[in-house]
Structures are given as C-alpha cells and as structure tokens.
C-alpha cells in the first residue's frame, strides 16, 4: 500500500500520479459509454422504429383537414359546365290548350369537387319555342319567372330536382301582352340554369 501512496522509480512522484490519474479516466470513460449503450433508449445500437399505426392516423388526419379545407373552398365556387348535368322532362307530354305544362328538372353533380349551383338570376331562362318561333321566354319578364330562385350545395354526384312550369302563354318584351293565343301542335322547351343549357325536350299541346 505504501507503494500506491509514494511511488517508486527513478522519475519524479508527480509522474507516476499524472500515469494514475490518466488511467483512472480512461476506466471511468469505459464505464460511462457501456452503461449508456446498455441502458439508454435505443442502446441496443438499432434505431428506433416508428409506430406504424401513428404514422397512419398523423396521414390520415392530415388528408381529412387538407380535403375539409377544399370543400370549404368549392363551397363559394359556383358550378360550371363540367360539374353538372340538367335533364328537362315533360311531366305528361301531351297538354291539353289552356293547361300549364310542367317540366320536371334533375341537376346531377358530375365534377370532382363540391361547388354552388343556383337556379334564379339572370342567367336562369326557360324558353318555349315552335320550329323556329319562339313563343315564350321568362327573360321577357323576370318577375313573372315560373323559375324557383333557390341555391344547392352540389358534390360527389348528389342531385337535385325541383319542377318548372310554363304558363302556356306566348310572352313579349319588358312584361308586355302578346296578341298570339297558344295552338294545338308540336313545342320545345330549352332550360337554362345558371347559364348551363339542358337538351331540349319534346311536348304536345292538344286542342
């Protein structure tokens, strides 16, 4: 034990307590960096695996949030020509003179995104016509449109349907009188909503 306490040799005491110290480090170093590998996370030396079903809900809430933010956005977006379809449809093809022809309408959402459709306004019109006369347009007077004014929210192929009726009278210009009286004979009906054209369809008023 002496020996630890004064060291022997031929170079001075100080020396052999520097090699001592410097020894005693190392060790200590050793030790420290085995019990981190040993008991600290990951120690093991493999890096630590995520959970696969948190990564798919952290994936899946993010897609709902980006895709709720979209239909926010498609909300105040009117609809176009490629987001909807109007199919018009005589409700009975054959009307005797003197009756109101109604129209059933079907709007078909057909785009990708939500968007608003509106069915009053301007650029809302049913037109009435015979070969190459027309009869009747509810652009001649807006405020005796037969057309409902009303706004859909429309997406992922949801539909709307609602009637349209013609009063079965010619029409003039800034809600005037028409001398013409309605005949017997083969009519067309062209609807347009929100400035989309429907196909026109066929109907028969009978004497």
Known sequence: M??????????????????????????????????FLIFAPSGDGTAEESDPAATASVSADATTSAAA?????????????????????????????GTAPVFKVKVTH???????????????????????????????????STIKESDFLLSDGSTEKFNVTWTGNWSAPDCGDSPNETQAGYYWATLTL?????????????A
């Open 2 to 35: 002496d020996g630890l306490r004064h060291p022997v040799g031929r170079k001075p005491a100080r020396v052999y307590w520097m090699r001592r110290l410097l020894l005693l480090a190392i060790v200590v170093l050793v030790v420290v960096v085995a019990w």
């Open 194 to 206: 929100q400035g989309i054209e429907a196909e026109p369809t066929q109907f028969e008023i009978t």
């Open 110 to 144: 057909v785009g990708s995104s939500a968007c608003l459709f509106s069915t009053g306004g301007k650029d809302s019109d049913l037109v009435i016509t015979s070969g190459s006369e027309e009869i009747y347009s509810t652009a001649d007077c807006r405020k005796e």
């Open 69 to 97: 933010a979209d239909a926010a956005a498609d909300a105040n977006r009117a609809c176009g020509v490629d987001d909807v379809e109007i199919a018009v449809t005589p409700a009975d093809f054959s009307v005797a003179v």
